[in-house]
């Protein structure tokens, strides 16, 4: 029989160590390759090999993660199909990135069990498993449906169930002038059908940012300390990580070997990235510099960009100034105790509408005010941390993301004056996207709202 | 049986019982393909009677009339040949909900079919009160007669309408009867519940009619026809132009105050009334009392045909006493002095649970007897048509051994209705809606031809001449569309800058494909040929076709990949004999559900309600193991 091709997380999900994505099915090498950049492509590989490489989006270049890809074609593999396996870091953030790249590239979220299913159904397991199998499915999907059930309880199901009942007038009320095209219901105007469109995009795009959100908690926000070299970044870093002020002595680098440390700063957690890095070259001067900069920025969700208030401005500078604009950037001008050599005004030319912080990390000065610059942007304009509803679970991320590209689709069309029916089909997607998020089945719901909204008859 | 005396009648293929709409096209299908057939019915003067609303079409059942026709149906042809005007709705909207709707002429509509019927070979119209039917080990094998004769047949249709246990019901009148006074048929439905079969009750219901020359049409707005000669059939080529207006009206407080003020004296609100009714054809009673924030209604007056003077009330639907009737009528603007001619009146009758059929409409539990219109719980002159030409066909193709044809719901809304049917059950008359149609875009009434031409020349009922008619459409449509798809424009043609100025389109800038252009939502196909002109002067139809297909590619091209997905789904079969309660490790409900309707393929069984994907998982393993098994033995 002929299967899609799927994809899931094949390794538990938690920090550290290694996770497998495993995708499987008739175009599982050719959804890899598409996002693989290695040595050879995919397709060209024996079966069964380990490959080293990057997973790169398409889209934009960018590299996603540094992955070893095992390549298993059929028949000997664990479902009889072409199996692929990424293996890549295992944090949460690394491996929803690369699912979510694999199933924007063709496959489809695998359910509870389907591998093992498929294992069966194309004849890898012994018959006498049958049973098994049938149990260990219903167990896998009663699990993931309880699971499912308790993250969209409460707060974000009746958020859903608010926007799918809006959703679901606007489209009796478009089926109505279809099918009754005599009844004396008023059309809706592209500009109200776009207005409606906008609002469920924007309630879309806020619970996908919550979800981002809700990564950030238990992840830490994701923070890069650039600048060119000699500027203190070092330094700024230890006063953020007091406990470890006493590493910093004439010479850096020398002590530690890791790659990220947390801190929390006013109830925000921060991750810093390569914060070895800083240390281990902040006194070889050739080796930092615009380039790494560009590196750490790809990983940041927040940019702390400093400079040296005791230097003028060199091309360093600027290239640096360059490639942090468009990140979230709060600039800190160091060494403010020292003779000011710097011209601010050009700094603020470049950073009109980020943050601007005068410290002296030496002194203790400004970090104060660097704390509550990180605490505002974090919490700016969003709710209370404990009224927060969260998105966490891959599957809801993956199916709001789908229905949010649905309205997108669905708005293009209000704009290229498409008819109705064509961008109600975008709708209406949309719409059974979010029914998938929290387990509500299409069913005759359409015909019901439009019978109960309208009176209609001969 | 009764212990009355009975004769041997005759013996046939194909008996139809019942010659409304869907035992009309039956009985020709059948006789159409070779099938030597019987139509019996209790009234030779109610063939293809029209008991209610005097109009065949609109959106989803105009789109039925189009596939009934190019399946090889009778129900546009003889619309075509018989209407006093037909309209375009949705002009404004996408092709996929552009419909057509006639109004029909009631009694030339009867006449021409009658005597189609009557002129076709194999086929015999006799009237007849059908009370039972003959059974000889578990199959249908033929029909006993009121007057004692027994016809044989190796398949029988059963379209009994709302003849089934008809029951008028009228004020605080209520009797026994068939539609519009006609002679009920209540001994089958007691016979058909003998058998075994689940019946359901159901109600419907009509507004009253008035005289013409009563009626102040000044005070009312004008409906006439299009100006564009329409035709549902894609063989007419004769048109009629002579078109006869409709008229609208509205309800007022006035008359929402009669109908609040002489509720207790409504059926439907005393308790008299046990059958569902649809919620989209309510009576007027029902719409004042469930939506009273609406001031008005809309009321259309309606002519019965061209040779009378009698016109239906649409929007008064009602079973309210003779005289509160009256006094509604009177109560519209322009109806001051209206003369009823006959009341409206609600309908009770037996449909048979369609949960009871397969998908060829032969019913599961007694083979050889299918089942169409009315009687399978839906209501609507083309959802009978419909299940009629369907259940003649499968039944003259059972008689010829040869296998049942199934339209998918990716192919017809004909296949939408019978799969919600016999998959879902209804529980109330059910209607066809475009909505119900998930590939709606690809179901037009336009394409309707290009999707199921193929299924009516080879099933017999599409002549060799009108195929190769057909034949050649298609190919100057892909022709046409290559031609526009692979022809580029330069900006440096005057002529085409000038079109698209005229058109208020931006001016070319660089060399376009003419496709592209077309895809402009400011762009049609007839300024595309003003740029490029083909080869040759194309068909309207063809012309349609190529820029319906090119403009809204994008979309098509999305239904379609959902159509994939299903289809794999449907591909994989369920065998006949499963036993469901086997399978350890579904929902106890699922299981019932399913041994209950016996789904063909996967996808069916995905669409019963209740039914969840963990229990389409158990089952596939179930099948797979089921399959290894059977394979070993």
Redesign the interface.
């Known amino acids: 029989m002929k299967f899609d091709t799927i994809a899931a997380v094949a390794t538990p999900m938690g920090e550290g160590g290694i996770a497998v994505i495993r995708v499987s099915g008739p175009e599982a090498i050719e959804v890899v390759d598409n996002i693989y950049k290695g040595k050879r492509k995919l397709s060209t590989v024996d079966t069964h090999t380990i490959h080293y490489g990057h997973l790169v989006d398409p889209q934009t270049g960018d590299l996603v993660e540094e992955v070893l890809v095992s390549v298993m074609k059929a028949p000997r593999t664990f479902t009889r199909e072409d199996v692929v396996e990424v293996n890549c870091h295992g944090g949460i953030v690394s491996v929803e990135r690369v699912l979510e790249l694999i199933l924007e590239h063709g496959a489809r979220l695998a359910e509870p069990g389907e591998f093992t299913k498929r294992a069966f159904l194309n004849g890898r397991v012994d018959l006498s498993q049958a049973e098994a199998v049938i149990d260990l499915i219903r167990a896998k999907t009663d699990r993931a449906m309880k699971v499912a059930l308790h993250q969209v309880e409460g707060k974000l199901s009746r958020l859903i169930r608010n926007l799918r009942q809006n959703l679901i007038e606007a489209m009796a009320h478009i089926e109505v002038t279809l099918d009754y095209p005599e009844h004396d219901v008023e059309e809706f105007t592209q500009n109200f059908l776009r207005e409606k469109c906008l609002e469920v995009r924007e309630e879309v795009g806020r619970l996908l940012q919550t979800a981002k959100q809700g990564k950030i908690l238990r992840e830490g926000l994701s923070t890069a300390i650039i600048g060119r070299p000699n500027v203190g970044k070092s330094s700024l870093l230890n006063s953020l990580v007091q406990e470890e002020k006493a590493i910093v002595t004439d010479v850096a680098g020398t002590t530690r070997d890791v790659i990220e440390e947390y801190v929390n700063v006013r109830g925000v957690p921060l991750r810093l990235i390569d914060t070895a890095g800083i240390r281990e070259t902040e006194d070889v001067v050739e080796k930092i510099g615009v380039e790494k900069s560009r590196q750490l920025l790809q990983k940041a969700d927040l940019v702390l960009l400093v400079v040296n208030y005791n230097e003028p401005l060199s091309p360093d500078d600027y290239a640096i100034f360059e490639t942090a604009k468009g990140f979230s950037v709060i600039v800190i001008v160091n060494k403010f105790d020292l003779p000011q050599k710097i011209d601010l005004e050009e700094v603020k030319r470049h950073f009109p509408d980020q943050p601007l912080i005068m410290t002296s990390a030496k002194m203790e000065q400004g970090i104060e005010l660097l704390e509550k610059a990180i605490a505002d942007i974090f919490f700016a304009g969003r709710v209370q941390q404990d009224d927060l509803t969260y998105v966490s679970n891959a599957r809801h991320i993956h199916l709001l993301r789908q229905a949010e590209r649905a309205i997108d689709d669905a708005l293009a069309g209000i704009d290229q004056l498409m008819p109705v029916d064509m961008i109600q089909i975008d709708i209406k997607k949309a719409w059974e996207l979010l029914g998938e998020v929290i387990g509500e089945s299409v069913g005759e719901d359409l015909i019901d709202q439009i019978f109960s909204q309208f009176c209609l008859g001969k | 049986m009764s212990d009355a005396p009975t004769y041997e009648a005759g013996s046939y293929d194909v008996i139809v019982i019942g010659a409304g709409h869907a035992g009309c096209e039956a009985a020709l299908a059948s006789a159409r393909m070779g099938c030597n057939t019987l139509l019996l019915t209790i009234n030779l003067d109610a063939v293809a009677f029209m008991p209610?609303?005097p109009s065949v079409g609109g959106?989803?059942k105009g789109h039925v009339v189009r596939e009934v026709d190019a399946l090889g149906g009778e129900m546009a042809r003889n619309t075509d040949k018989t209407h006093i005007q037909m309209r375009m709705?949705?002009t404004g909207?996408?092709?996929?909900?552009h419909?057509l709707r006639a109004q029909a002429d009631k009694i030339a509509y009867q006449h021409e079919m009658k005597k189609t019927i009557e002129n076709t070979p194999n086929l015999l119209l006799r009237q007849a009160m059908v009370e039972e039917l003959v059974v000889n080990d578990g199959v249908c094998e033929g029909v006993l007669t009121q007057t004692g004769a027994i016809y044989r047949a190796k398949a029988v249709v059963l379209t009994t309408g709302t003849y089934l246990r008809g029951k008028i019901i009228l004020g605080d009148l209520q009797y026994e009867s068939g539609p519009n006074n006609m002679r009920p048929s209540i001994r089958l439905a007691y016979h058909l519940k003998e058998l075994g079969f689940e019946l359901k009750r159901f109600k419907t219901g009509t507004?009253p009619r008035v005289h013409k020359h009563s009626v102040d049409f000044s005070k009312m707005e004008i409906q006439p026809g299009d100006d564009v000669p329409r035709a549902f059939s894609y063989e007419t080529t004769e048109f009629i132009t002579d078109q006869l207006p409709c008229w609208l009206t509205y309800t007022n407080e006035e008359t929402h105050g009669l109908i609040n003020s002489n509720l207790h004296r409504a059926p439907m609100y005393s308790g008299t009334i046990e059958g569902a009714g649809a919620?989209?054809?309510?009576?007027?009673e029902?719409?004042v009392v469930?939506?009273n924030d609406?001031p008005r209604?809309?009321i259309?007056l309606e002519p019965e045909g061209r040779n009378t003077e009698e016109m239906y009330v649409?929007?008064l639907?009602t079973s309210m006493p003779e005289e509160v009737q009256l006094s509604m009528l009177r109560s519209l603007a322009g109806m001051e002095q209206v003369k009823m001619m006959r009341p409206g009146y609600a309908i009770e009758y037996d449909a048979v649970d369609p949960t009871q059929l397969w998908p060829s409409l032969e019913t599961k539990k007694l083979p050889g007897l299918f089942t169409a219109g009315q009687i399978n719980g839906t209501s609507g002159y083309e959802e009978a048509a419909a299940q009629g030409l369907m259940a003649g066909i499968n039944a003259a193709r059972k008689v010829q051994d040869k296998p049942p044809v199934i339209l998918g719901r990716e192919q017809a809304y004909i296949g939408v209705l019978i799969d919600d049917l016999v998959t879902k059950g209804t529980y109330e008359p059910y209607r066809l809606?475009?909505?119900?149609a998930e590939y709606?875009?690809l179901l037009r009434h336009d394409n309707a031809d290009l999707r199921l031409t193929d299924i009516g020349y080879e099933i017999g009922l599409i002549s060799e001449e009108r195929y190769q008619r057909f034949l050649k459409k298609r190919e100057l449509i892909e022709q046409e569309k290559e031609r526009v798809l692979n022809t580029r424009v330069r900006p440096d043609l005057p002529h085409v800058q000038e079109v698209l100025r005229e058109a208020g389109s931006p001016e070319l800038t660089e060399v376009i494909e003419l496709a592209q252009l077309l895809r402009r939502?400011?762009l049609n196909y007839h300024h595309i040929i003003k740029m490029a002109p083909p080869p040759i002067e194309l068909p309207e139809e063809v012309m349609e076709q190529v820029e319906i297909q090119i403009k809204?590619d994008g979309?098509i091209r999305?239904?379609l990949q959902q159509v994939e997905?299903m289809k794999?789904m449907e591909e994989?079969r369920i065998p006949e004999d499963i036993d469901y309660h086997k399978i350890?490790?579904m929902a106890k409900e699922s299981r019932d559900n399913m041994s209950r309707i016996r789904p063909l393929n996967i996808g069916q069984a995905a669409r019963i309600?209740g039914v969840?994907?963990?229990d389409i998982?158990?089952l596939?393993?179930?099948l797979?193991?089921y399959n290894?098994?059977g394979a070993a033995d």
């Open positions: 209610c609303n959106p989803a709705l949705n909207k996408g092709p996929a909900v419909a507004p919620r989209y054809c309510p009576s007027i029902d719409k469930r939506f609406k209604h809309q259309f649409q929007g639907s809606l475009t909505s119900r709606r875009l939502p400011e809204y979309y999305k239904s997905r794999k994989r350890t490790g309600s969840n994907p963990a998982s158990v596939m393993i179930y797979e193991q290894r098994v």
